[in-house]
């Protein structure tokens, strides 16, 4: 009998199958409805003219004289203003120019330090209209709930480290490829084989422990409860936050990353609806990728962007397009809109390999003093990355220049990517942001007030063991 049949399936997390449908099925869903019981449900209060608008922003046109019916791809549509401050479609459909998105001087300035109490305990105003008194007491209840957000918000850890791993695929089970991982609790041990001098087999045991490991019963749910949820509220007290997923090809960090800024999304716009309602937060999208040390705008063909650094060293991605949005359904067309963009390719290693960065940014906006003229500044910001397959950095011999370099480039951002969270795990004072296109992109989101989730993405099967210790080791803290 193999190890794997011999061991009882002792787990960390004990929950239904989750992939007995969609694993092995390279069309898996990727949009679960999220089943958070955390944060109240989602209503349409219609703040902004109505559930299915969708505002693009960029820095030379204020934010409203966009507005986009989401039930079309937004690229598709351009729109002009209206009297009310609103748009209308407009069939002339590129119509935009290229923006200025300063990631902090211009519109994602933080707001000025608002103390909680500031924040929640002053009247809640409407866009255009005086403070109303009849909400006094609706607003207490907030109070109460942003209250418990500020206590939950010293909780949430700066750096946590998660493990998922992936159940054994069809091609693995047909090459009688072994589970070689155990997970109980929050660790895992690695069962790797070797060989003695004399040639006989014997196996070393490899044992790390993280935040939090997750096994292959473990659902998508669980995984946003586990990684995103918790830092959803804090996102609204000034926070900036980054999850990403690390592993090699084909070790689940897609279906780990696509359902995560949806379900985070829906609870950002139930936290705005509900407990910070009428108080002008706003929410925008924007998706983009770093492909061999270039940027690319997802949500915008493609077009290609540059990052500046002005005088205060603050980052600039120029031209880069952000969506204002209202609705999970808009942001769930751009998320699959910027998907299909997304550059794939074909090396030695999996033929779907994505060999690059993607980066998908929900960023909590709101006008200072709630002046709608005044473009809106960003008060918080939660960024998803789904890296490149981390054995990319390797993939020096059996493919051409082309690939060789992207291979390197992927390494570079990897090795830079870990030295600026063992600084901040450190609370080093300087962190080497410049190692890479991708940490420089990512520089605001490690200063400050910062959350970091990892989720390293493992294969359980004995032919990945090689990878698997090097993701764990990347992990380990
Ligand atoms: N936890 C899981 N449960 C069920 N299926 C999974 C799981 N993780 C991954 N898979 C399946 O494994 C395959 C590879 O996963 P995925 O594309 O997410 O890998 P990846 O790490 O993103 O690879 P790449 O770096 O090449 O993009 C997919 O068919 C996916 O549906």
Not at 238 to 267: E, H, I, N, V, W
Not at 369 to 388: E, H
């Amino acid at each position: 009998m193999s190890r794997q049949g011999q061991r009882s399936g002792a787990t960390g997390v004990h929950h239904n199958r989750q992939y007995s449908e969609h694993y092995l099925d390279a069309s898996s869903k990727w949009f679960n409805n999220s089943s958070s019981n955390h944060i109240p449900p989602l209503q349409d209060y219609n703040l902004y003219g109505g559930g299915g608008r969708m505002y693009r922003s960029n820095a030379q046109r204020s934010f409203n004289e966009y507005c986009l019916d989401p039930s079309t791809p937004p690229r598709s549509y351009a729109v002009k203003k209206n009297g009310n401050g609103y748009g209308e479609e407009d069939d002339s459909p590129r119509d935009f120019s290229p923006g200025l998105l300063d990631l902090h001087s211009f519109d994602t300035e933080l707001l000025p330090q608002i103390t909680s109490s500031n924040l929640y305990d002053s009247e809640p105003y409407i866009f255009g209209k005086q403070p109303v008194r009849a909400r006094a007491s609706e607003n207490n209840v907030s109070n109460s709930v942003a209250a418990a957000d500020n206590v939950k918000s010293s909780n949430v850890a700066k750096i946590k480290v998660v493990v998922r791993k992936r159940p054994l695929n069809k091609k693995e089970t047909a090459k009688h490829e072994e589970d070689i991982i155990d997970t109980v609790s929050n660790s895992l041990t690695v069962h790797e084989t070797k060989l003695k001098v004399d040639l006989t087999q014997y196996v070393e045991k490899h044992e790390f422990v993280f935040d939090a490991v997750l096994n292959e019963e473990v659902t998508n749910d669980e995984v946003y409860r586990e990684t995103v949820e918790p830092i959803v509220p804090i996102i609204f007290q000034r926070t900036k936050a980054t999850c990403f997923a690390y592993g090699q090809t084909g070790s689940g960090k897609t279906y780990t990353m696509k359902p995560l800024p949806l379900k985070a999304s829906r609870d950002i716009l139930r936290l705005m609806h509900h407990t910070y309602r009428n108080q002008g937060f706003q929410l925008f999208v924007s998706f983009f990728e770093i492909y061999g040390g270039k940027l690319f705008d997802l949500l915008n063909d493609r077009k290609k962007l540059c990052m500046r650094e002005d005088g205060k060293q603050q980052v600039c991605i120029v031209g880069l397009q952000e969506y204002r949005v209202s609705d999970v359904e808009t942001i769930k067309e751009l998320i699959e809109q910027g998907n299909a963009t997304r550059s794939t390719g074909t090396t030695g290693a999996n033929e779907e390999s994505s060999r690059s960065h993607a980066i998908l940014q929900l960023a909590i906006k709101r006008s200072v003093d709630g002046n709608v003229s005044k473009p809106p500044r960003v008060v918080g910001k939660l960024s998803f990355i789904d890296l490149a397959g981390s054995e990319r950095g390797a993939d020096t011999t059996d493919n051409d220049k082309q690939t060789r370099i992207e291979g390197a480039e992927i390494n570079k951002s990897l090795l830079a990517l870990k030295e600026c969270i063992r600084a901040l795990d450190n609370d080093q004072g300087h962190i080497p942001f410049r190692g890479s296109k991708l940490t420089e992109v990512l520089r605001d989101s490690f200063v400050g007030n910062s959350r970091t989730v990892m989720i390293s993405c493992i294969s359980p099967s004995s032919g990945s063991c090689e990878h698997t210790l090097n993701t764990l080791r990347y992990a380990d803290r």
